[in-house]
């Protein structure tokens, strides 16, 4: 099996390794303009937040795949994982703001120790959508985990599963042999339980994103192309699909640049730049919670360690006016939610 | 690609600035180019794949850096996109074949 890029103490490793080569090369000299330089040019303001609405945890590192475009380098091998006290502090800040979900991302979030507990505390405290984000396969993997899709259902969990195509080959070749069949299966379960059918409240959501170095088409072509081929193939139904860019960080800028593509995808994402999309990106509603209850705009600022620009970036110390304040930190990365029709953790987003 | 080639990659990217030098023409040109590739009797997949079978046709590598890419991002499969070529490559070396019926027409005529 691959291993993270932290196993490997590859060079790219490092946040800080990967946002200095953000922003050098087509960069600084004047091939392309910086994320900031291209809102200044168009006369778009700054990014700030609208209502809070959304708080994403990321539950820890470790996942049981290794998936080629991870923008979190999980794996097997990593070991970080949130603390109970983070977790308790996520729940009363739900229960104190006007938060309506919450977003259970990783690694897998399911192999948190926690996970059972930390659902069902958080729909006895009545938030509204709970959305798990599941790579499938932990579901099949073993005992521990092959009855969580009836823990899902009873619970009214919103299961939001990687599935980037409704082919054996790529999907593999982006996730790992024996990827698709096992998420096939998966699928199967949930369906069988009453996920993704239209006369249900157990919403399941498929995500998309491209296997390699080229950008999401349509959302909506996808979706009809996703449901045509699982339906026919294996019987299969979802709700929606989220189409995603990948953003040019962690496991998938290293393949950016061992393919000799990143120049070329920067351009692409740069071309692509769509304004409209500025003021639905994800960071104007959402926050993202490390596993060591640091604060950050969005998962990807996480990953680069992009601090929040608040004088309080931890969650013991969060402070609501404050963060409704603050400008939300950018970099070239970001062109990867502008791009085209836009790309969110909810899919396109114009 | 190396610079001293006739075709250069990056110039895909420049294609837009024709309108420089003949801004109505120019216009003229990308407004038609995007009305004909919008959905309409045939999907706008089903175009996308014709695009890619003329573009190996009219051997073009812009085209078909272009409309490669155009597949990959609508979830083509390389299979369809393999098909496709290979419907063009029919039709041309079928447009050369075809010539030998006027071969085989003059040579009968010409011969006792």
Aim: glycine share 6%.
């Amino acid at each position: 099996m691959k291993q993270s890029l932290v196993a490997r103490s590859s060079p790219l490793a490092t946040a800080k390794a990967q946002l200095a080569l953000l922003s050098e090369g087509v960069f600084t000299n004047g091939t392309l303009p910086s994320f900031s330089e291209q809102l200044q040019q168009r006369g778009i303001p700054p990014l700030t937040p609208k209502a809070l609405e959304i708080l994403q945890l990321n539950l820890g590192y470790m996942c049981n795949q290794v998936c080629a475009h991870c923008h979190v380098d999980a794996g097997p091998d990593r070991k970080e994982k949130m603390s109970r006290a983070t977790l308790e502090k996520c729940l009363a800040i739900v229960e104190q703001t006007d938060v309506h979900t919450l977003d259970l991302t990783g690694g897998a979030p399911e192999m948190h120790p926690d996970f059972r507990w930390f659902v069902q505390e958080a729909k006895q405290r009545g938030i509204q959508d709970l959305i798990v984000r599941s790579n499938l396969t932990i579901l099949r993997a073993n005992k521990t985990y092959r009855e969580l899709p009836e823990f899902f259902a009873e619970q009214g969990v919103h299961v939001v599963s990687s599935l980037p195509y409704y082919k054996r080959e790529k999907t593999d070749r982006q996730r790992g042999d024996g990827v698709f069949n096992q998420s096939i299966d998966a699928l199967k379960v949930l369906n069988a339980l009453g996920y993704g059918k239209l006369n249900t409240e157990l919403q399941l959501d498929l995500v998309y994103n491209p296997s390699g170095a080229f950008l999401p088409g349509d959302q909506a072509a996808l979706e009809q192309d996703f449901k045509k081929a699982l339906g026919e193939d294996f019987g299969i139904v979802f709700n929606r699909l989220f189409a995603l860019t990948n953003l040019p960080i962690s496991r998938f800028l290293e393949y950016l640049l061992a393919s000799e593509n990143y120049e070329d995808y920067m351009h692409a994402l740069v071309d692509a730049f769509n304004p409209a999309a500025v003021a639905n990106v994800m960071c104007t509603n959402t926050l993202s919670v490390s596993y060591d209850g640091y604060l950050y705009d969005c998962d990807f600022n996480q990953m680069l360690g992009l601090p929040i620009a608040t004088r309080s970036q931890h969650i013991d110390t969060f402070d609501a006016a404050e963060l409704a304040q603050r400008s939300i930190r950018v970099s070239q990365h970001c062109y990867g939610c502008t791009a085209g029709s836009g790309s969110s953790c909810q899919g396109a987003v114009t | 690609m190396k610079k001293n080639s006739y075709y250069q990659a990056e110039d895909l990217r420049k294609f837009k600035n024709i309108t420089d030098w003949s801004p109505e023409l120019g216009k003229k040109f990308f407004d038609y180019y995007q009305s004909v590739f919008e959905e309409g009797a045939l999907s706008a997949r089903e175009k996308s794949l014709i695009a890619l079978a003329v573009s190996h046709v009219v051997h073009c590598p812009y085209c078909i850096d272009a409309y490669t890419q155009d597949g990959l991002q609508r979830g083509i499969a390389k299979e369809e996109m393999m098909e496709a070529v290979h419907v063009g490559a029919a039709i041309q070396s079928g447009a050369t074949l075809v010539h030998g019926v006027q071969m085989m027409g003059i040579h009968d005529k010409l011969s006792l």
